[in-house]
């Protein structure tokens, strides 16, 4: 069965530090979101991408958070610098196709990347 | 979107049915109801979702009431493995954006 990929799975960094998270999505989903979950909290949005645009990025603190998805395919999420409250599970997510004329797909999750700034 | 409201735990016997409530007093005619769990240190995963009639498929039975101002995901015969978060989503399937806006969702513990 398709997955979504992630890595790495955990990650530990100082603050004021660079980090990248990698997502690799389910072979023809179109659209790639990037969640950020804080423990004991549901998943955040912070960017969605269809193809290589960005539809949503109105959570993503973009002082310090980039997101990019060149090719349309897999995405890589940055941060810089870390701050301490950037400890959280990174989450992938890619579904087939977002847009007018098609139904509602599900959206399928990876495993995610555990981020730990000390 | 609406928002939901869940108890933030629940416990239920293995081999005994699960029955989550979700409460959604002010949703909109075009918003659907969905239900995501998310298992220990995985990501989020589906389980069903409905707009006003009752839906079932291989993992659970989605109960919404008439005025749809709540819901109940059952999960007919529950195993260890159902242990989890469970989380009630209530959104506009507009096609334009599929955002999922989860609130903090309940704790369920299955109980050997």
């Known amino acids: 069965e398709a997955e979504v990929a992630q890595s790495p799975r955990y990650k530990i960094t100082e603050k004021s530090q660079a980090v990248a998270f990698w997502c690799d999505p389910i072979?023809?989903?179109?659209?790639l979101y990037w969640y950020r979950q804080i423990l004991g909290q549901g998943p955040e949005l912070l960017v969605q991408?269809?193809?290589?645009?960005?539809?949503?990025d109105s959570q993503l603190p973009k002082d310090r958070f980039s997101a990019e998805r060149l090719k349309g395919v897999d995405s890589t999420l940055k941060i810089q610098p870390a701050e301490l409250g950037d400890s959280a599970m990174y989450l992938c997510?890619?579904?087939?196709?977002?847009?007018?004329?098609?139904?509602?797909?599900?959206?399928?999750f990876g495993p995610g990347t555990r981020l730990t700034v000390l | 979107d609406a928002k939901t409201t869940q108890p933030p735990s629940m416990d239920c016997a293995e081999g005994r049915a699960a029955n989550l409530p979700c409460n959604h007093s002010?949703?909109?005619?075009?918003?659907?109801v969905y239900w995501y769990r998310q298992i220990h240190s995985q990501g989020p995963q589906y389980i069903i979702h409905?707009?006003?009639n009752n839906e079932t498929n291989e993992m659970a039975s989605l109960i919404i009431t008439e005025d749809r101002k709540s819901s109940t995901l059952i999960l007919p015969h529950a195993t260890l493995r159902d242990t989890a978060v469970y989380y009630c989503?209530?959104?506009?399937?507009?096609?334009?954006?599929?955002?999922?806006?989860f609130g903090t969702g309940t704790r369920l513990t299955i109980i050997p």
């Open positions: 997510a890619s579904s087939l196709q977002s847009g007018a004329g098609w139904a509602w797909n599900e959206q399928f």
């Open positions: 072979s023809g989903h179109a659209t």
């Open positions: 991408f269809q193809d290589e645009s960005v539809v949503d």
């Open positions: 002010t949703i909109s005619g075009n918003e659907y």
């Open positions: 409905g707009l006003k």
């Open positions: 989503i209530v959104r506009v399937s507009n096609f334009g954006n599929e955002k999922l806006t």
